[in-house]
C-alpha cells in the first residue's frame, strides 16, 4: 500500500537549518507530483512547498520562499526539503504528501516534528 | 491566492445525527476540493476528492458536494470514530490551500 516515511526533524536555534527526508514506496514515484505541508502546535493545516513529478516546476508557499527547497530523487524514492534560516515560527510537525491522482485522493505521512527555538 | 473559509468552526453533535459542514472559496475552484479528516496526533486522512468523490475505504455516510465556490461535506449519522477535525482544501492550483478546519465535538 501507498506509504510514506518523513525523516529529519529535530531542535534546531533560530538561524540554522535542517533537511528533511520523505521515503516513498507503494506507487510509482516517478510519475508522482509531491508537496510539502505543516502544522504547528494546536494550529490548523498549511502547504509549505510541491515538486511536479519530473522536478520541472516548484512552487513555494510565501512564508518559506527564499528560505527552503523542495528537491527530489527518483532513483530513491525520496523527497526532501531543505530549510534554511529557520525562525521560531517554521516550529511544526512537518507532512509529506503525494498528490491527488485520477484513482484517488492526496496521501500524507505520519510526520516529522521540527522545533525552532533558543 | 485563493482563500477558503469553513463555518462552523465547532459543531456540537450527538451519535446518530445528521451534520452538514460548509467550506468556500475565494473564487471559482471548480470541483477541484478535497475534505480531509484529522484526529488528535495522527496525520490528516482524505475522505473526498475532486468534491464529490469517496476515497476508498471510507464509510458511505460520508458525502460532498458543490463546484464552483460552495461545498459541504454531510455525515449522514454521525458515528462515534466520527469526532475529529475537518478540513477543506482547494487543489485547483498546485498552491494548495485549506480552510481553518470544523470540529466535530460530542454534545
Known amino acids: 500500500q501507498v506509504q510514506l516515511v518523513e525523516s529529519g526533524g529535530g531542535v534546531v536555534q533560530p538561524g540554522g537549518s535542517l533537511r528533511l527526508s520523505c521515503a516513498a514506496s507503494?506507487?510509482?514515484?516517478?510519475?508522482?507530483?509531491m508537496h510539502w505541508g505543516r502544522q504547528s502546535p494546536g494550529k490548523g493545516l498549511e502547504w509549505v512547498a510541491f515538486?511536479?513529478?519530473?522536478?520541472?516546476?516548484?512552487l513555494y508557499a510565501d512564508s518559506v520562499k527564499g528560505r527552503f527547497t523542495i528537491s527530489r530523487d527518483d532513483s530513491k524514492n525520496t523527497v526532501y526539503l531543505q530549510m534554511n534560516s529557520l525562525r521560531v515560527e517554521d516550529t511544526a510537525l512537518y507532512y509529506c504528501?503525494?498528490?491527488?491522482?485520477?484513482?484517488?485522493?492526496?496521501?500524507w505521512g505520519q510526520g516529522t516534528m521540527v522545533t525552532v527555538s533558543s | 491566492d485563493i482563500q477558503m473559509t469553513q463555518s462552523p468552526s465547532t459543531l456540537s453533535a450527538s451519535v446518530g445525527d445528521r451534520v452538514t459542514f460548509t467550506c468556500r472559496a475565494s473564487?471559482?475552484?471548480?470541483?477541484?476540493l478535497a475534505w480531509y479528516q484529522q484526529k488528535p496526533g495522527k496525520a490528516p486522512k482524505v475522505l473526498i476528492y475532486?468534491?464529490?468523490t469517496l476515497e476508498s475505504g471510507v464509510p458511505s455516510r460520508f458525502s460532498g458536494s458543490g463546484s464552483g465556490t460552495e461545498f459541504t461535506l454531510t455525515i449522514s449519522s454521525l458515528q462515534p470514530d466520527d469526532f475529529a477535525t475537518y478540513y477543506c482544501?482547494?487543489?485547483?492550483?498546485?498552491?494548495?490551500?485549506f480552510g481553518p478546519g470544523t470540529k466535530v465535538e460530542i454534545k
Open positions: 504528501a503525494k498528490d491527488h491522482g485520477v484513482g484517488g485522493g492526496s496521501i
Open positions: 507503494g506507487f510509482t514515484f516517478s510519475r508522482s507530483a
Open positions: 515538486i511536479r513529478f519530473d522536478g520541472s516546476e516548484k
Open positions: 473564487q471559482s475552484i471548480s470541483s477541484w
Open positions: 475532486k468534491a464529490s
Open positions: 482544501q482547494q487543489y485547483n492550483s498546485h498552491s494548495w490551500t
